[in-house]
């Protein structure tokens, strides 16, 4: 890989673990910042004297954004539930799933809001994908959802559904083990044989008899539960699942306040874990464990339906990137205009700063203004609009100094300009500064590397490096020696 694409690559991945959105933009971003160097460094001037400019133009862009951001924090909890459905259906706007994105924004705010509100950890939000209806059969569960796992006969007579029932969960294997590799027992008297025999299924039957003793209406283990442990609890009236994703298990305990046990011996009540309603459900041709109304319940599952496996993972990825803005919008509760509105009002910021210095610095810094156009630009070629057109009205706007300008950004809908905050286009300014900074870090990364080592003889026409030597002189497809079609010179 290319390094100043590896570096592009990085700042991305960087974008997605600290934010979770804006991962376009900080590339798009650092790809423009580049582009209006190039003409700099063709013209001789120092890779350095770039670099400081920017890094200060950076700081000035981050300083504004943080005096033009607007605290979210204060309203009640149905008023601030509905801001976060604004962040969140501005970030779905530009998704596969933007047609439905009221019902998602819904759905993501719901997620985020019945986490443990200090951690907020994204790993207790389940997402399970089920093929066939649309996208609007999606539902969300406050609580846990699994897929039915594998399962012997006497899993059908079990009951599947229960109300406030007590939940065992295991890291041991329910089943008859198979003796080790190269097992000996040697006996004395025939007569003994059938008390090991016996001995074997005493074991499994006190396991069994002490997981029933222990007052649990449902037993799961991450380990096999065997078939006769699946009849010997039908019979009893009691439900397991075996083989459980660890995932699954651990939302489980989370949700309900079971502890999972390495022995069934000693099992007392307050190992156990409740819920309030547990049934097993159809979902499409799946089934699945639903496990609603737990009392420690932080954790929640969403299940997502589509006609097609490539929709719905796409849908998964951009669901992802709404919880990750509402999760940073209920830490960092500051939000700015979308819609290009920040990025232009950054832009008319630098060019005025820009005018009050003497020196190269002017240009590099106008450069990099210019550069933060490239969000508004790319909004309207996105949409179908006439970018120039757009880009002159807002950048007339913004310059008038009339109340309320530094938030008017592009809509969409009409291809004009529209108040994007009385719009509710917003976004957390977390993702515009970590945007800025990123990108601007990667550009200076790339501005300062002097020279990049190249053996041109070592590659073909297309750049890549060539396995098989060649003949001279007649060699084809850039493998050959000197005069080889497609050859560098």
């Known amino acids: 890989m290319h390094p100043a694409a590896k570096s592009l690559v990085d700042i991305a991945r960087s974008q997605d673990s600290e934010v979770g959105d804006g991962t376009t933009t900080v590339v798009i971003l650092a790809g423009e910042f580049l582009r209006e160097c190039k003409p700099f460094v063709e013209d001789g001037v120092h ?74 950890d994204p790993r207790m939000i389940g997402v399970k994908k089920v093929m066939g209806g649309s996208m609007r059969d999606s539902f969300l569960v406050d609580g846990v959802a699994f897929k039915k796992t594998f399962s012997y006969a006497g899993f059908e007579q079990q009951p599947k559904y229960f109300d406030e029932p007590k939940v065992l969960a295991l890291n041991l294997e329910l089943e008859l083990k198979s003796e080790k590799d190269n097992a000996e027992v040697r006996l004395s008297d025939p007569g003994k044989y059938q008390e090991i025999v016996d001995a074997e299924w005493n074991i499994i039957y006190d396991k069994l008899e002490k997981c029933v003793a222990s007052g649990a209406q449902i037993i799961l283990s991450r380990l096999a539960i065997g078939d006769l442990a699946t009849q010997y609890f039908a019979d009893r009236g009691v439900f397991c699942a075996g083989r459980v994703a660890e995932e699954d298990l651990i939302r489980v305990t989370k949700a309900t306040g079971a502890k999972v046990q390495t022995t069934v011996n000693d099992v007392t009540p307050d190992q156990l874990g409740t819920c309030a309603v547990f049934e097993e459900k159809q979902v499409g041709n799946e089934r699945f464990n639903l496990f609603r109304g737990c009392p420690a319940s932080k954790t929640c599952t969403m299940v997502l339906r589509g006609g097609a496996e490539q929709f719905i993972e796409e849908a998964a990825r951009s669901l992802n990137d709404a919880i990750e803005i509402v ?60 970018a120039t057109d757009v880009l002159n009205k807002l950048r007339q706007k913004h310059a008038s100094g009339d109340a309320g300008s530094t938030n008017f950004g ?39 590397i002097d020279e990049t080592v190249r053996n041109p003889r070592s590659e073909g026409a297309d750049g890549q490096p060539i396995h098989a030597p060649g003949g001279r002189g007649r060699g084809r497809g850039g493998r050959g020696g000197r005069g080889g079609r497609g050859m560098r010179r």
């Open 327 to 386: 999760r940073r919008a209920v830490k960092n509760a500051a939000i700015v205009p979308g819609g290009g509105a920040i990025d232009m009002e950054l832009s008319r910021h630098l060019r005025e700063h820009a005018r009050g210095i003497a020196g190269k610095g002017q240009l590099f810094i106008n450069a990099f203004a210019k550069a933060l156009e490239v969000i508004p630009r790319q909004l309207c070629d996105n949409s179908g609009f006439d």
């Open 410 to 448: 592009l809509d969409v809908n009409s291809g004009g300009i529209i108040d994007t905050y009385e719009a509710f286009i917003w976004e957390p300014s977390l993702v515009k500064i970590n945007a800025i900074g990123a990108a601007c870090e990667a550009t200076c990364l790339v501005l300062s």
């Open 47 to 120: 890779p350095q004297n770039i670099i400081k400019s920017f890094r200060e133009a950076a700081r000035l862009a981050i300083d504004k954004v943080k005096s033009l951001a607007v605290s979210i924090e204060g309203k009640d909890a149905a008023e601030k539930a509905e801001l976060l459905k604004k962040c969140a259906m501005t970030t779905l706007s530009s998704k596969l799933v933007g047609g439905e994105k009221e019902f998602f924004a819904k759905m993501c705010v719901d997620a985020v809001m019945s986490l443990d509100q200090d951690l907020l």
